[in-house]
């Protein structure tokens, strides 16, 4: 573009990186959990949690890199 300022646009391979953090935030919270749970002797409880955190914390990422991608 004109004067040096970036494209605002999100490219595909922008696309795939986020959606791998995403996936990969969830994965994380699920392993995370399975371990605990094993450790501790419990079912899902912390399978359940260890999702939940995954999921809220690729959330965020993802809107902190688009919205600094938009920038």
Do not use: E, K, N, Q
């Not at 791998?20 to 699920?30: E, K």
């Not at 409880?45 to 920038?71: D, E, H, K, N």
């Amino acid at each position: 573009m004109a004067h040096g300022h970036p494209d605002p646009t999100l490219r595909g391979r922008d696309l795939v990186g986020l959606g791998g953090m995403l996936a990969g935030a969830v994965v994380l919270g699920l392993v995370v959990g399975l371990l605990v749970d094993h450790a501790a002797g419990t079912s899902p409880a912390f399978t359940l949690v260890g999702i939940a955190l995954g999921i809220a914390a690729g959330a965020v990422a993802f809107w902190m890199r688009v919205r600094s991608a938009l920038r």
